[in-house]
């Protein structure tokens, strides 16, 4: 997270108090996006938890990613 914020990054951080979590949202300068959705059901299976898609949004292509 230092190098994010180093070049010239910023990370923003929302609680979900109810759920016991921490979601880091991180805005940086470029033209690509990247969503990273992890699943913590331990009764899923890992090869079911690790994947990769792209989505559009408008004109933007988005990298979604499970882990």
């Keep these: 997270m230092q190098r994010i914020i180093n070049g010239g ?7 979900g108090l ?3 979590r921490t979601d880091p949202y991180i805005e940086w300068p470029v033209d ?18 690790i994947w990769q898609r792209v ?3 408008g004109a933007r292509q988005i990298g979604v990613w499970g882990a």
């Design 32 to 49: 690509e996006a990247h969503l990273l959705i992890f699943n913590r059901r331990p009764e899923t299976a890992w090869d079911a938890r």
């Design 9 to 15: 990054g910023r990370i923003n951080r929302e609680y």
């Design 55 to 57: 989505e559009a949004f």
């Design 18 to 20: 109810g759920r016991k």
